[in-house]
Structure formats: structure tokens, C-alpha cells
């Protein structure tokens, strides 16, 4: 396994070429499997799960290589969401072949499986922002150490007017980009060139690493009542709005199995879940921006990814029943025009 990951990061450029070519000939699987569709998702999924596999690879590499270490926890939380997301196709169509109806025992089981990890990730992340479902890392590449002790959760702690804090705060930049990152080398240069030269210098050096390694490795994790007592309500109203943002698929398939999937009520209740819980986040970063208390800090990757869920309620118009009743209606008087 270990010579596996190194040919993937002395080659990934390689491996990139190879997966985007497996992707493009998986268009030719339909004609070879035409009696079923399992053949063809089944390849889909090992393909997706060895992208995901080997991104994963190649990121630890990056992150060792930048920290030191391979991030607060060692269990590739969104390595497992990535590859359930791809299984989840090959169980709906296994089991719409073997089940019929039943199928949606075999999906709320799997959307469970996933809600379990997704609520792990997000108490083992400090409470921070599921970026794409925890498909993507949400690592802010503006902090260090220091300033990754100052947030919690998407929460800057107050005080904290750090280099790093402040240049972001101030004007808006990433103090870690690449004029940010040279200036501190120059900075750590201008520091390291008043030391002694020789083996003391290297003694210095190695003094200061075995003085700074323990503080990264044991980093204090923000805890729920920690992020409440901060923030109050506002922290309140963020985890529960992440919560109901991670358990609303899950709701959708359970009321499906109950209902139906021609019955409104699954439809209703998913869309009021999504607007209860982008409602909470939308008011908690409202609030930031009076002045009152500590500023509820997002960055722009989570901003981004507010954006996306909102654009996400679009899907909600392909959804049975509002497609066979609005959308497809809309769209055969549109084309017979």
C-alpha cells in the first residue's frame, strides 16, 4: 500500500490523466450491458471511489508536508462520504432490480450510514461548516496554529489579533498567499541570520521544532457547550441549522418510504427542513454584522458553500411530484411551441 501511494504522488498528474481517461469510456458501458444497469454504475462507483482514494493520497501528502501533520483527525471522514455518495447509485439500482418498491429500505439505511459520518465529522471538526456534504475539506488556509486555536467552529475568538487574524480582517487578504508566505520567509530569514552559524545554529533550529511539535499535535477541540457559552443563541441556531442541513436527506427518504414517492408531504417537509436550516445559518451571519458581541466569521469557502445550498432548492422543481405535475407539463408546452 505504501509503494501504491507514493507512485500516485510521485505521478499524479499521470493518475489524473488515467481517471479522466476511465471516466470518458465508461460512456461506452451502456451498449455492453444493456440488459442491466448494475454493470455500468458498478464501474461507475469503483471509478469514483479510486479518484476519491487517490485525492485523498495526494492531499494527506500536501498537508504533511505544509503542517507537519495530516490535519486534526487521522480517520478520512470525507474519503467515506465520497465513496457511500457512489455506492449510493449501485444500491438504488441493485435493489430497484431485486426489491421494486423496497428499494428505499436499502437507500434510508445508506443516507443514515452517511448522516452518522457527516454528524461525526462535524463534532470532530469543531463544529465547522460541511463544505459539499464533507466531501471537501473545510481547512481555512489562512491560519496556522495559532490562529486555528482562535476559531472555533466558524467563530472567531475575541482577542484574537494575531498577523494572520489581523491582516485578514483588516484588508481582506489571505496572509498566507504567495506574497504573504514570502514575506514571513523573509521574515523567519532576517530572525535565523542573527543566530549563530554552524552546529548551533542547526541545535537552535532543532530545539525550537522539538518546542513546537507538541502544541500542533495536541490542538484542544472546541467543544459544543464551548461553542454555545461563546456565542449563545447565535451558536445555538448554527449547529442546529448544520443539523437539520445534514439530516434533511435522510427525512426526505424515510417520508418517501412512508408516503411514496408521488405524495407532497416528503416534498413539503424537505424543502421546509432546507429553508429552516439556510434560514438559521443566514440569520446567524446577519447578526455578525451589528456590531453586537464577537463577529460570527465565515470564510470564503463556507460563504461559497451557502451560495451552493441555496442554489440546490432548483432541484426541488425535478422532484416528484412537482415535476410530473408543473415542470413536465411546462416543459412539453414550451417544446410543442
Given at each position: 500500500m505504501e509503494a501504491y501511494k507514493t507512485w500516485v504522488r510521485r505521478n499524479k498528474d499521470y493518475v489524473h490523466s488515467l481517471e479522466s481517461l476511465a471516466n470518458g469510456l465508461t460512456w461506452l458501458l451502456p451498449e455492453r450491458f444493456s440488459i442491466s444497469e448494475i454493470g455500468p454504475e458498478a464501474v461507475t462507483a469503483i471509478l469514483g471511489i479510486l479518484t476519491a482514494i487517490n485525492e485523498h493520497i495526494i492531499d494527506t501528502a500536501s498537508n504533511k508536508r505544509h503542517t507537519g501533520s495530516a490535519g486534526p483527525s487521522s480517520f478520512p471522514y470525507w474519503l467515506c462520504i465520497s465513496a457511500l455518495k457512489d455506492l449510493e447509485t449501485l444500491v438504488e439500482v441493485v435493489a430497484e432490480q431485486y426489491y421494486g418498491d423496497k428499494k428505499w429500505n436499502f437507500i434510508a439505511v445508506t443516507e443514515a450510514i452517511k448522516v452518522i459520518v457527516r454528524l461525526a465529522l462535524f463534532r470532530n471538526s469543531g463544529y465547522k461548516m460541511l463544505l459539499h456534504g464533507g466531501e471537501t475539506p473545510?481547512?481555512?488556509?489562512?491560519?496556522?496554529?495559532?490562529?486555528?486555536?482562535?476559531?472555533?467552529?466558524?467563530?472567531?475568538?475575541?482577542?484574537?489579533?494575531?498577523?494572520?487574524?489581523?491582516?485578514?480582517?483588516?484588508?481582506g487578504q489571505n496572509p498566507w498567499n504567495s506574497e504573504g508566505r514570502a514575506l514571513s520567509a523573509l521574515s523567519r530569514f532576517g530572525e535565523s541570520a542573527r543566530m549563530v552559524s554552524g552546529a548551533v545554529w542547526m541545535q537552535r533550529i532543532q530545539q525550537q521544532h522539538a518546542i513546537m511539535e507538541p502544541p500542533t499535535s495536541i490542538v484542544k477541540r472546541p467543544t459544543l457547550s464551548m461553542l454555545v457559552s461563546e456565542k449563545?443563541?447565535?451558536?445555538?441556531?448554527?449547529?442546529?441549522?448544520?443539523?437539520?442541513?445534514?439530516?434533511?436527506?435522510?427525512?426526505?427518504?424515510?417520508?418517501?418510504?412512508?408516503?411514496?414517492?408521488?405524495?407532497?408531504?416528503?416534498?413539503?417537509?424537505?424543502?421546509?427542513?432546507?429553508?429552516?436550516?439556510?434560514?438559521?445559518?443566514?440569520?446567524?451571519?446577519?447578526?455578525?454584522?451589528?456590531?453586537?458581541e464577537q463577529q460570527f466569521h465565515l470564510s470564503a469557502s463556507e460563504k461559497d458553500e451557502?451560495?451552493?445550498?441555496?442554489?440546490?432548492?432548483?432541484?426541488?422543481?425535478?422532484?416528484?411530484?412537482?415535476?410530473?405535475?408543473?415542470?413536465?407539463?411546462?416543459?412539453?408546452?414550451?417544446?410543442?411551441?
Open positions: 473545510n481547512v481555512e488556509k489562512d491560519s496556522d496554529d495559532t490562529s486555528s486555536q482562535q476559531t472555533i467552529g466558524g467563530f472567531r475568538k475575541p482577542g484574537s489579533h494575531n498577523s494572520a487574524g489581523w491582516l485578514e480582517k483588516n484588508h449563545g443563541i447565535s451558536g445555538a441556531l448554527f449547529v442546529l441549522g448544520e443539523f437539520l442541513c445534514i439530516t434533511r436527506p435522510l427525512i426526505y427518504v424515510l417520508f418517501i418510504r412512508k408516503y411514496g414517492i408521488r405524495s407532497w408531504i416528503p416534498w413539503f417537509l424537505s424543502l421546509a427542513v432546507d429553508s429552516i436550516g439556510i434560514g438559521f445559518l443566514s440569520h446567524v451571519v446577519k447578526s455578525g454584522k451589528g456590531g453586537r451557502v451560495k451552493r445550498r441555496k442554489l440546490l432548492w432548483a432541484l426541488y422543481l425535478m422532484r416528484e411530484p412537482f415535476f410530473s405535475k408543473y415542470t413536465r407539463l411546462s416543459t412539453n408546452k414550451f417544446v410543442t411551441k
